[in-house]
Protein backbone atom coordinates (compact mmCIF):
# COMPACT_ATOMS: atom_id res chain seq x y z
CA UNK A 1 0.00 0.00 0.00
CA UNK A 2 0.99 3.43 -0.89
CA UNK A 3 0.75 5.10 2.50
CA UNK A 4 1.95 8.90 3.77
CA UNK A 5 4.45 9.07 6.15
CA UNK A 6 3.51 11.48 9.16
CA UNK A 7 6.68 14.25 9.39
CA UNK A 8 7.88 14.37 6.00
CA UNK A 9 8.26 16.78 4.11
CA UNK A 10 4.43 17.91 3.18
CA UNK A 11 4.47 18.33 6.92
CA UNK A 12 4.96 21.76 6.82
CA UNK A 13 3.19 23.71 9.51
CA UNK A 14 -0.07 22.33 10.00
CA UNK A 15 0.48 18.23 9.51
CA UNK A 16 0.13 16.34 6.76
CA UNK A 17 -1.95 18.04 3.30
CA UNK A 18 -3.55 14.80 1.46
CA UNK A 19 -5.33 17.68 -1.04
CA UNK A 20 -1.38 18.77 -1.38
CA UNK A 21 -0.07 15.40 -3.07
CA UNK A 22 -3.60 15.39 -4.82
CA UNK A 23 -2.33 18.60 -6.90
CA UNK A 24 1.06 16.73 -7.10
CA UNK A 25 -1.00 14.06 -9.10
CA UNK A 26 -3.00 16.58 -11.13
CA UNK A 27 0.71 18.25 -11.95
CA UNK A 28 2.22 15.05 -12.76
CA UNK A 29 -0.54 13.64 -15.00
CA UNK A 30 -1.06 16.98 -16.82
CA UNK A 31 2.46 16.74 -17.75
CA UNK A 32 2.40 12.75 -18.43
CA UNK A 33 -0.30 13.30 -20.84
CA UNK A 34 1.19 16.39 -22.60
CA UNK A 35 4.31 14.42 -23.32
CA UNK A 36 2.74 11.52 -24.64
CA UNK A 37 -0.60 13.06 -25.68
CA UNK A 38 0.00 16.06 -26.99
CA UNK A 39 -3.41 17.00 -28.61
CA UNK A 40 -5.05 15.43 -25.68
CA UNK A 41 -4.14 18.17 -22.98
CA UNK A 42 -2.18 21.09 -25.08
CA UNK A 43 -1.85 23.13 -21.76
CA UNK A 44 -0.64 20.23 -20.19
CA UNK A 45 3.52 21.74 -19.49
CA UNK A 46 2.23 24.09 -17.10
CA UNK A 47 2.37 20.79 -14.66
CA UNK A 48 5.99 22.29 -14.28
CA UNK A 49 4.85 25.47 -13.01
CA UNK A 50 2.51 23.46 -10.53
CA UNK A 51 5.18 21.31 -9.10
CA UNK A 52 7.36 25.11 -8.60
CA UNK A 53 4.84 26.34 -6.13
CA UNK A 54 4.51 23.50 -4.64
CA UNK A 55 7.90 23.06 -3.67
CA UNK A 56 8.60 26.45 -2.80
CA UNK A 57 5.39 26.23 -0.44
CA UNK A 58 5.95 23.18 1.16
CA UNK A 59 10.54 23.63 1.66
CA UNK A 60 10.21 27.30 2.01
CA UNK A 61 7.57 26.71 4.63
CA UNK A 62 9.56 24.47 6.27
CA UNK A 63 13.23 26.85 5.78
CA UNK A 64 11.22 29.88 7.20
CA UNK A 65 8.87 28.14 10.58
CA UNK A 66 12.66 26.28 11.53
CA UNK A 67 14.36 29.87 11.26
CA UNK A 68 11.48 31.16 13.42
CA UNK A 69 11.92 28.69 15.96
CA UNK A 70 15.36 29.27 15.68
CA UNK A 71 16.89 25.88 14.80
CA UNK A 72 17.13 26.08 11.02
CA UNK A 73 20.70 23.92 9.98
CA UNK A 74 21.87 24.28 6.33
CA UNK A 75 23.28 20.88 6.74
CA UNK A 76 20.25 18.98 7.92
CA UNK A 77 18.39 20.74 5.02
CA UNK A 78 20.45 19.67 2.30
CA UNK A 79 20.95 15.84 4.10
CA UNK A 80 17.10 16.59 3.58
CA UNK A 81 17.17 17.08 -0.29
CA UNK A 82 19.73 14.74 -0.85
CA UNK A 83 17.50 11.87 0.56
CA UNK A 84 14.47 13.43 -0.99
CA UNK A 85 15.66 13.85 -4.74
CA UNK A 86 18.76 11.66 -4.91
CA UNK A 87 17.63 8.35 -4.70
CA UNK A 88 14.82 7.98 -7.32
CA UNK A 89 17.12 10.44 -9.98
CA UNK A 90 20.03 7.83 -9.70
CA UNK A 91 17.64 4.99 -10.35
CA UNK A 92 16.47 6.51 -13.44
CA UNK A 93 20.16 7.74 -14.55
CA UNK A 94 21.62 4.30 -14.21
CA UNK A 95 18.70 3.22 -16.20
CA UNK A 96 19.41 5.51 -19.24
CA UNK A 97 23.25 4.89 -18.87
CA UNK A 98 22.16 1.28 -19.33
CA UNK A 99 20.13 1.32 -22.25
CA UNK A 100 22.51 3.92 -24.11
CA UNK A 101 25.07 1.06 -23.92
CA UNK A 102 22.99 -1.48 -25.75
CA UNK A 103 20.56 0.72 -28.02
CA UNK A 104 22.15 3.82 -28.97
CA UNK A 105 24.80 4.64 -31.78
CA UNK A 106 28.59 5.78 -30.21
CA UNK A 107 27.43 9.33 -30.93
CA UNK A 108 24.30 9.33 -29.22
CA UNK A 109 25.75 7.45 -26.54
CA UNK A 110 28.35 10.34 -26.15
CA UNK A 111 25.32 12.68 -26.01
CA UNK A 112 23.62 11.09 -23.57
CA UNK A 113 26.74 10.91 -21.27
CA UNK A 114 27.00 14.51 -21.49
CA UNK A 115 23.54 14.38 -20.13
CA UNK A 116 23.67 11.95 -17.53
CA UNK A 117 26.51 14.31 -16.40
CA UNK A 118 24.07 17.92 -16.40
CA UNK A 119 21.68 15.61 -14.51
CA UNK A 120 23.20 14.61 -11.53
CA UNK A 121 24.99 18.22 -11.36
CA UNK A 122 21.79 19.70 -11.82
CA UNK A 123 22.42 21.65 -14.52
CA UNK A 124 20.72 19.94 -17.24
CA UNK A 125 18.56 23.36 -17.64
CA UNK A 126 21.78 25.17 -18.57
CA UNK A 127 22.98 22.39 -20.68
CA UNK A 128 20.01 22.07 -22.87
CA UNK A 129 20.07 25.53 -23.15
CA UNK A 130 23.56 25.91 -24.68
CA UNK A 131 22.83 23.13 -26.68
CA UNK A 132 19.43 25.08 -28.56
CA UNK A 133 19.65 25.27 -32.43
CA UNK A 134 23.26 22.72 -32.39
CA UNK A 135 23.18 19.43 -33.81
CA UNK A 136 22.55 18.09 -30.05
CA UNK A 137 19.14 19.51 -29.86
CA UNK A 138 17.39 16.37 -30.01
CA UNK A 139 14.13 17.35 -28.59
CA UNK A 140 12.37 13.92 -28.23
CA UNK A 141 15.48 11.85 -28.43
CA UNK A 142 17.02 13.63 -25.53
CA UNK A 143 15.77 11.06 -22.97
CA UNK A 144 16.63 13.37 -20.12
CA UNK A 145 15.21 16.68 -21.40
CA UNK A 146 12.51 16.20 -18.65
CA UNK A 147 15.57 17.27 -16.17
CA UNK A 148 15.74 20.87 -16.79
CA UNK A 149 13.12 21.08 -14.40
CA UNK A 150 14.95 19.53 -11.63
CA UNK A 151 17.96 21.76 -12.64
CA UNK A 152 16.44 25.01 -12.08
CA UNK A 153 14.50 23.83 -8.90
CA UNK A 154 17.70 22.87 -6.89
CA UNK A 155 19.80 25.78 -8.22
CA UNK A 156 17.09 27.81 -6.69
CA UNK A 157 17.59 25.58 -3.17
CA UNK A 158 21.49 26.41 -3.56
CA UNK A 159 20.71 30.32 -2.80
CA UNK A 160 17.22 30.69 -1.08
CA UNK A 161 18.15 28.92 1.70
CA UNK A 162 21.12 31.23 2.88
CA UNK A 163 19.47 33.77 1.00
CA UNK A 164 16.68 33.55 3.60
CA UNK A 165 18.67 33.15 6.79
CA UNK A 166 20.82 36.25 6.16
CA UNK A 167 17.61 38.34 5.51
CA UNK A 168 15.61 36.54 8.97
CA UNK A 169 19.07 37.07 10.73
CA UNK A 170 19.20 41.02 10.28
CA UNK A 171 15.40 41.28 10.83
CA UNK A 172 14.32 42.06 7.22
CA UNK A 173 10.75 41.52 6.53
CA UNK A 174 10.56 37.75 4.81
CA UNK A 175 7.59 38.77 3.01
CA UNK A 176 9.29 42.06 1.89
CA UNK A 177 12.18 40.27 0.55
CA UNK A 178 10.51 37.54 -1.23
CA UNK A 179 8.27 40.15 -2.67
CA UNK A 180 11.25 42.03 -4.17
CA UNK A 181 13.00 39.43 -5.05
CA UNK A 182 10.32 37.74 -6.93
CA UNK A 183 9.36 40.89 -8.63
CA UNK A 184 13.29 41.38 -9.98
CA UNK A 185 12.52 37.54 -11.56
CA UNK A 186 9.49 38.45 -12.90
CA UNK A 187 10.83 41.13 -14.70
CA UNK A 188 13.54 39.08 -15.81
CA UNK A 189 10.82 36.90 -17.33
CA UNK A 190 9.27 39.28 -19.13
CA UNK A 191 12.06 40.94 -20.73
CA UNK A 192 13.89 37.61 -21.43
CA UNK A 193 10.76 35.91 -22.96
CA UNK A 194 10.32 38.65 -25.24
CA UNK A 195 13.68 38.67 -26.32
CA UNK A 196 14.24 34.64 -26.71
CA UNK A 197 11.21 32.23 -25.45
CA UNK A 198 13.41 29.19 -25.22
CA UNK A 199 16.20 30.99 -23.11
CA UNK A 200 13.06 32.35 -20.76
CA UNK A 201 12.27 28.59 -20.56
CA UNK A 202 15.28 27.35 -19.61
CA UNK A 203 17.18 29.68 -17.65
CA UNK A 204 16.40 29.85 -13.72
CA UNK A 205 16.01 33.32 -12.84
CA UNK A 206 12.72 33.48 -15.18
CA UNK A 207 11.42 30.66 -13.04
CA UNK A 208 12.42 31.41 -9.66
CA UNK A 209 9.05 33.67 -9.08
CA UNK A 210 7.14 30.57 -9.53
CA UNK A 211 9.00 29.05 -6.43
CA UNK A 212 8.64 32.05 -4.10
CA UNK A 213 4.74 32.75 -5.18
CA UNK A 214 4.75 29.14 -2.68
CA UNK A 215 7.21 30.93 -0.45
CA UNK A 216 5.17 33.69 0.38
CA UNK A 217 1.92 31.76 1.01
CA UNK A 218 4.16 29.65 3.62
CA UNK A 219 5.20 32.56 5.23
CA UNK A 220 1.89 34.66 5.33
CA UNK A 221 0.26 31.43 6.61
CA UNK A 222 2.60 30.96 8.95
CA UNK A 223 2.24 34.81 10.11
CA UNK A 224 -1.13 35.23 9.73
CA UNK A 225 -2.83 31.96 9.72
CA UNK A 226 -5.44 30.24 7.42
CA UNK A 227 -8.17 31.60 5.27
CA UNK A 228 -11.64 31.90 6.52
CA UNK A 229 -14.24 29.58 5.46
CA UNK A 230 -15.63 31.53 2.83
CA UNK A 231 -12.61 32.83 1.78
CA UNK A 232 -11.22 29.18 1.66
CA UNK A 233 -14.05 28.07 -0.74
CA UNK A 234 -13.87 31.13 -3.25
CA UNK A 235 -10.13 30.69 -3.72
CA UNK A 236 -10.65 26.56 -4.07
CA UNK A 237 -13.00 27.74 -6.72
CA UNK A 238 -11.22 30.16 -8.16
CA UNK A 239 -7.45 28.25 -8.44
CA UNK A 240 -9.53 25.27 -9.93
CA UNK A 241 -10.71 27.68 -12.57
CA UNK A 242 -7.56 29.51 -13.37
CA UNK A 243 -5.85 25.51 -13.49
CA UNK A 244 -8.57 24.69 -16.11
CA UNK A 245 -8.03 27.66 -18.20
CA UNK A 246 -4.16 26.84 -18.29
CA UNK A 247 -5.01 23.43 -19.08
CA UNK A 248 -7.08 24.44 -22.02
CA UNK A 249 -5.87 27.76 -23.38
CA UNK A 250 -1.88 27.58 -23.08
CA UNK A 251 0.17 26.29 -25.64
CA UNK A 252 4.05 25.41 -25.90
CA UNK A 253 4.68 28.15 -28.83
CA UNK A 254 3.19 30.99 -26.89
CA UNK A 255 5.67 33.00 -25.03
CA UNK A 256 6.24 31.23 -22.19
CA UNK A 257 6.46 31.22 -19.43
CA UNK A 258 6.21 34.85 -19.93
CA UNK A 259 2.70 36.87 -18.04
CA UNK A 260 0.85 33.69 -18.69
CA UNK A 261 2.89 32.15 -16.63
CA UNK A 262 1.04 34.03 -14.13
CA UNK A 263 -2.34 32.05 -14.45
CA UNK A 264 -1.46 28.20 -13.58
CA UNK A 265 1.05 29.80 -10.62
CA UNK A 266 -1.74 31.47 -9.40
CA UNK A 267 -4.30 28.62 -9.58
CA UNK A 268 -1.92 26.93 -7.62
CA UNK A 269 -1.33 29.23 -4.89
CA UNK A 270 -5.25 29.50 -4.60
CA UNK A 271 -5.80 25.95 -4.38
CA UNK A 272 -3.26 25.60 -1.41
CA UNK A 273 -4.20 28.59 0.26
CA UNK A 274 -7.65 27.26 0.18
CA UNK A 275 -6.62 24.19 2.83
CA UNK A 276 -7.73 20.60 2.67
CA UNK A 277 -11.43 21.33 3.19
CA UNK A 278 -12.04 23.66 1.33
CA UNK A 279 -15.42 23.22 -1.32
CA UNK A 280 -14.19 20.40 -3.97
CA UNK A 281 -11.00 19.79 -2.85
CA UNK A 282 -12.12 16.60 -0.69
CA UNK A 283 -13.38 15.35 -3.78
CA UNK A 284 -10.91 16.50 -6.21
CA UNK A 285 -7.49 16.44 -4.33
CA UNK A 286 -8.07 14.34 -1.32
CA UNK A 287 -9.81 11.05 -3.24
CA UNK A 288 -7.01 8.12 -2.61
CA UNK A 289 -6.47 7.92 -6.35
CA UNK A 290 -4.99 11.49 -6.58
CA UNK A 291 -2.95 10.56 -3.12
CA UNK A 292 -1.50 7.52 -4.73
CA UNK A 293 -0.57 9.50 -7.37
CA UNK A 294 0.58 11.82 -5.60
CA UNK A 295 2.85 9.91 -3.35
CA UNK A 296 4.50 8.31 -6.26
CA UNK A 297 4.50 11.58 -8.78
CA UNK A 298 8.33 12.51 -8.73
CA UNK A 299 9.25 9.11 -9.64
CA UNK A 300 6.68 9.21 -12.09
CA UNK A 301 8.10 12.42 -13.29
CA UNK A 302 11.58 10.72 -13.44
CA UNK A 303 10.74 7.45 -15.41
CA UNK A 304 7.87 8.64 -18.13
CA UNK A 305 10.56 10.71 -20.76
CA UNK A 306 13.03 8.56 -20.81
CA UNK A 307 10.48 5.21 -21.28
CA UNK A 308 9.00 7.58 -24.40
CA UNK A 309 11.90 8.81 -25.80
CA UNK A 310 13.67 5.81 -25.79
CA UNK A 311 10.01 4.16 -27.80
CA UNK A 312 10.33 7.41 -30.16
CA UNK A 313 14.27 6.34 -31.11
CA UNK A 314 13.77 2.65 -31.60
CA UNK A 315 10.32 3.45 -33.20
CA UNK A 316 12.22 5.95 -35.21
CA UNK A 317 8.79 7.64 -35.50
CA UNK A 318 5.53 8.09 -32.79
CA UNK A 319 5.21 5.33 -31.78
CA UNK A 320 1.34 3.77 -31.69
CA UNK A 321 -0.89 4.61 -29.29
CA UNK A 322 -0.86 1.08 -27.72
CA UNK A 323 3.06 1.34 -27.52
CA UNK A 324 2.83 4.77 -25.36
CA UNK A 325 0.07 3.78 -23.12
CA UNK A 326 1.96 0.53 -22.73
CA UNK A 327 5.37 2.32 -21.77
CA UNK A 328 3.32 4.79 -19.44
CA UNK A 329 1.89 2.17 -17.61
CA UNK A 330 5.44 0.70 -16.96
CA UNK A 331 6.31 4.27 -15.85
CA UNK A 332 3.47 4.03 -12.94
CA UNK A 333 5.06 0.72 -11.95
CA UNK A 334 8.58 1.50 -12.07
CA UNK A 335 7.35 4.40 -10.28
CA UNK A 336 5.41 2.43 -7.65
CA UNK A 337 8.43 0.61 -7.16
CA UNK A 338 10.77 3.35 -6.74
CA UNK A 339 8.79 4.74 -4.14
CA UNK A 340 8.66 1.55 -2.27
CA UNK A 341 11.97 -0.02 -2.84
CA UNK A 342 14.24 3.00 -2.51
CA UNK A 343 12.49 6.13 -1.83
CA UNK A 344 10.72 4.99 1.86
CA UNK A 345 13.33 2.40 3.11
CA UNK A 346 15.89 5.92 2.85
CA UNK A 347 13.74 8.90 3.71
CA UNK A 348 11.61 7.03 6.44
CA UNK A 349 13.10 3.40 7.42
CA UNK A 350 15.60 2.67 9.15
CA UNK A 351 18.26 4.34 7.00
CA UNK A 352 16.72 7.96 7.96
CA UNK A 353 20.02 9.70 8.99
CA UNK A 354 21.82 12.44 8.02
CA UNK A 355 24.68 10.02 7.60
CA UNK A 356 22.76 8.59 4.78
CA UNK A 357 23.25 11.55 2.43
CA UNK A 358 26.98 11.46 1.98
CA UNK A 359 26.88 8.17 0.17
CA UNK A 360 24.16 9.19 -1.45
CA UNK A 361 26.36 12.12 -3.02
CA UNK A 362 29.03 10.02 -3.41
CA UNK A 363 27.12 7.70 -6.19
CA UNK A 364 25.74 10.70 -7.96
CA UNK A 365 28.86 12.35 -8.04
CA UNK A 366 30.28 8.86 -9.61
CA UNK A 367 27.50 9.15 -11.73
CA UNK A 368 28.22 12.01 -13.04
CA UNK A 369 31.54 11.46 -13.84
CA UNK A 370 30.66 7.78 -15.72
CA UNK A 371 28.57 10.31 -17.85
CA UNK A 372 31.73 12.43 -18.33
CA UNK A 373 33.64 9.16 -19.24
CA UNK A 374 31.07 7.87 -21.56
CA UNK A 375 30.75 11.35 -23.23
CA UNK A 376 34.19 11.61 -23.85
CA UNK A 377 34.77 7.89 -25.48
CA UNK A 378 34.05 7.37 -28.65
CA UNK A 379 30.79 5.23 -26.58
CA UNK A 380 30.69 2.49 -24.87
CA UNK A 381 30.20 -1.25 -27.24
CA UNK A 382 27.20 -2.46 -27.44
CA UNK A 383 25.25 0.29 -30.24
CA UNK A 384 22.46 -1.85 -32.21
CA UNK A 385 20.26 1.24 -32.95
CA UNK A 386 21.06 3.59 -35.52
CA UNK A 387 19.37 7.31 -35.82
CA UNK A 388 18.72 8.48 -38.79
CA UNK A 389 18.38 12.10 -37.56
CA UNK A 390 17.88 13.50 -40.82
CA UNK A 391 14.67 11.56 -41.26
CA UNK A 392 13.72 11.78 -37.74
CA UNK A 393 13.70 15.56 -37.03
CA UNK A 394 11.22 16.39 -39.70
CA UNK A 395 8.64 14.22 -37.43
CA UNK A 396 9.27 15.47 -34.09
CA UNK A 397 9.61 19.13 -35.61
CA UNK A 398 5.59 18.46 -36.56
CA UNK A 399 5.03 17.34 -33.24
CA UNK A 400 5.89 20.32 -31.78
CA UNK A 401 7.36 18.62 -28.02
CA UNK A 402 10.92 20.04 -27.75
CA UNK A 403 12.67 22.95 -28.36
CA UNK A 404 13.40 23.61 -31.82
CA UNK A 405 14.91 26.58 -33.76
CA UNK A 406 12.25 28.77 -33.33
CA UNK A 407 12.35 29.16 -29.87
CA UNK A 408 9.55 26.48 -28.84
CA UNK A 409 9.97 24.46 -25.63
CA UNK A 410 10.03 21.26 -24.73
Known amino acids: MLQRQQGSGSAVQHGYRSDID???????????????????????????????????????????????????????????????????????????????????????????????????????????????????????????LHLWSLGVEEQFYIVWPLAAWIA???????????????????????????????????????????????????????????????AANAAAISGIVLLVLSFALIREKQAFPGIIAAAPVLGAVLVIAAGKTAFLKQAIFSNPIAIA????????????????????????DTPALSVRIGLLAAGFALAALTYLLIEKPIRFGRFRKSAVAVPLFAVMMAIGVAGYWVAERDGLPGSSVRRDMAQIGPVLQKDGRHATRDGSPL
Open 22 to 144: GLRAVAVLSVVIFHAFPTWLPGGLVGVDIFFVISGYLISGHILQQLHDDRFSIFDFYSRRIRRIFPALIAVLLFCLCVGWIALSAADNRELGEHVAGGAGFVANLLFWFEIGSQKDGGISNPL
Open 168 to 230: WRRGMNVIKTIAVVALVSMIANLVIVYLDRTTAFYLPITRFWELLAGAALAELERSRGNLSKP
Open 293 to 316: VGLISYPLYLWHWPLLSFGYIVEK
